[in-house]
């Protein structure tokens, strides 16, 4: 039911003022007018000066940060941005979320929502599943995806929770290699600006089309100075600057090895990769005689391709060691959501594991050549030495 848009924004400001708000973005135009600037977004911030409302404004070339201290001079800046002709407000505290929306008549449509709590069963046991992204979050409205699709994109950003360590502050640098429909980029992106990261993000995918859609749709979210997508494949993309972050969801085959010889020789600081099919070794483990006494193993093709799997993540991880990563493989979702379900995390230490001896007689022994070895290889043939940094960094 629309309602006086002066009633609404006085609603909204409360909100904008108030100690529980948790984050609000302000973008889109009214009829026949345009705000200075293109998007704005509030967020609470603890720095140690003390608490601090923090705005952050885009023009859309650029974001502007400023922390202003509650009373007065959040008080003027919240005006400010009230005063704008901003077609869409977003806003989260807490305890509810408003949704304002400013109709060609320049009335209010506002859309109220308390926030869901978690239910806890009888006996205090808490069941109930906690997103990191709630599914109704607005930008699935923008970027879809199935309800399966969320959830794999949640689990992964529960494992990308757990690798970032909880103090981490300053510019955050992330691609996202073989991004596809960018579920996961545009998730992530959400998920870190909420942490209060200042993060540039990049999509890398073969598909041109798959660029202009994501651009798009960049846009339409107001993220297009922060979130930006380049065509190429992951071997060869051009990503300036190097990144601090890289995330790699199910990547087909060898599409994984190559974002991870890209992690190791950006020297990227933290590596998130959840490997897809794993046809490379499995054709190789069937061109040739399996060492004894470990026939059993390969000699139904149902148990040497789900070995092949095995083996191929063990050595994917094993290598990363090698140049100077504390590399581990672990479970990221449920196999009910997704039989393709774990995820080799890896973070940079610059120590070199010393049992690459151990490695070494594992591909000897079953006499295979894993293709993460053989791009890492070449890449020390063009200079690069395990656990420094490449002289080639695209």
């Given at each position: 039911m629309p309602q006086p848009l002066d009633a609404a924004l006085t609603e909204v400001r409360a909100l904008l003022l108030d100690p529980a708000l948790t984050r609000a973005?302000?973008?889109?135009?009214?009829?026949?007018?345009?705000?200075?600037?293109?998007?704005a977004e509030l967020r609470p911030v603890t720095l140690k000066a003390g608490p601090r409302l923090q705005v952050t404004t885009s023009d859309g070339v650029r974001p502007y940060t400023r922390n202003v201290a509650p009373g007065p001079e959040a008080d003027a800046a919240v005006d400010e941005l009230l005063a704008e002709p901003f077609g869409n407000w977003h806003v989260e505290t807490a305890d509810a979320t408003l949704q304002l929306r400013v109709t060609k008549s320049g009335e209010a449509q506002v859309h109220r929502a308390a926030t869901t709590r978690p239910a806890t069963k009888p006996g205090g046991n808490d069941r109930a599943k906690e997103y990191l992204?709630?599914?109704g979050?607005?930008?699935?409205?923008?970027?879809g995806g199935s309800a399966a699709k969320r959830r794999q994109v949640?689990?992964?950003?529960?494992?990308?929770?757990?690798?970032?360590?909880?103090?981490?502050?300053?510019?955050?640098?992330v691609v996202d290699l073989g991004c596809g429909n960018a579920y996961l980029t545009f998730a992530a992106y959400r998920y870190l600006t909420g942490r209060g990261l200042d993060v540039e993000l990049v999509g890398v995918d073969v598909r041109e089309d798959q660029r202009r859609r994501n651009t798009e749709l960049a846009q339409r979210?107001?993220?297009?100075?922060?979130?930006?997508?380049?065509?190429?494949?992951?071997?060869?993309?051009?990503?300036?600057?190097?990144p601090d972050l890289v995330l790699a969801l199910h990547a087909c085959d060898t599409a994984t090895d190559e974002a991870l010889a890209r992690a190791v020789r950006w020297q990227a600081r933290w590596v998130l990769a959840a490997p897809c099919c794993h046809h490379d070794l499995a054709k190789q483990l069937r061109a040739q005689p399996t060492p004894a006494p470990y026939?059993?193993?390969?000699?139904?093709?149902?148990?040497?391709?789900?070995?092949?799997?095995?083996?191929?993540?063990?050595l994917?991880?094993?290598l990363l060691r090698t140049h100077g990563y504390r590399a581990e493989v672990v479970e990221f979702?449920?196999?009910?959501?997704?039989?393709?379900?774990?995820?080799?995390?890896?973070?940079?230490?610059?120590?070199?594991d010393p049992r690459h001896a151990e490695y070494r007689e594992l591909v000897d022994q079953w006499q295979v050549t894993p293709r993460l070895e053989v791009l890492l290889a070449d890449d020390a043939g063009a200079g690069d030495q395990p656990g420094q940094p490449s002289r080639n960094r695209p």
């Amino acid at each position: 039911m629309p309602q006086p848009l002066d009633a609404a924004l006085t609603e909204v400001r409360a909100l904008l003022l108030d100690p529980a708000l948790t984050r609000a973005v302000a973008a889109g135009r009214r009829r026949g007018r345009r705000p200075t600037v293109e998007r704005a977004e509030l967020r609470p911030v603890t720095l140690k000066a003390g608490p601090r409302l923090q705005v952050t404004t885009s023009d859309g070339v650029r974001p502007y940060t400023r922390n202003v201290a509650p009373g007065p001079e959040a008080d003027a800046a919240v005006d400010e941005l009230l005063a704008e002709p901003f077609g869409n407000w977003h806003v989260e505290t807490a305890d509810a979320t408003l949704q304002l929306r400013v109709t060609k008549s320049g009335e209010a449509q506002v859309h109220r929502a308390a926030t869901t709590r978690p239910a806890t069963k009888p006996g205090g046991n808490d069941r109930a599943k906690e997103y990191l992204l709630d599914p109704g979050d607005p930008i699935f409205a923008e970027i879809g995806g199935s309800a399966a699709k969320r959830r794999q994109v949640d689990a992964f950003l529960r494992a990308l929770a757990a690798t970032l360590p909880d103090d981490l502050t300053g510019p955050l640098r992330v691609v996202d290699l073989g991004c596809g429909n960018a579920y996961l980029t545009f998730a992530a992106y959400r998920y870190l600006t909420g942490r209060g990261l200042d993060v540039e993000l990049v999509g890398v995918d073969v598909r041109e089309d798959q660029r202009r859609r994501n651009t798009e749709l960049a846009q339409r979210l107001g993220w297009a100075d922060r979130v930006s997508f380049v065509a190429g494949t992951i071997a060869e993309a051009v990503v300036e600057p190097a990144p601090d972050l890289v995330l790699a969801l199910h990547a087909c085959d060898t599409a994984t090895d190559e974002a991870l010889a890209r992690a190791v020789r950006w020297q990227a600081r933290w590596v998130l990769a959840a490997p897809c099919c794993h046809h490379d070794l499995a054709k190789q483990l069937r061109a040739q005689p399996t060492p004894a006494p470990y026939e059993l193993l390969t000699r139904q093709g149902i148990l040497r391709e789900r070995f092949a799997d095995v083996l191929t993540d063990a050595l994917r991880a094993g290598l990363l060691r090698t140049h100077g990563y504390r590399a581990e493989v672990v479970e990221f979702v449920d196999s009910q959501h997704t039989p393709r379900n774990l995820l080799i995390r890896a973070r940079h230490t610059g120590v070199a594991d010393p049992r690459h001896a151990e490695y070494r007689e594992l591909v000897d022994q079953w006499q295979v050549t894993p293709r993460l070895e053989v791009l890492l290889a070449d890449d020390a043939g063009a200079g690069d030495q395990p656990g420094q940094p490449s002289r080639n960094r695209p």
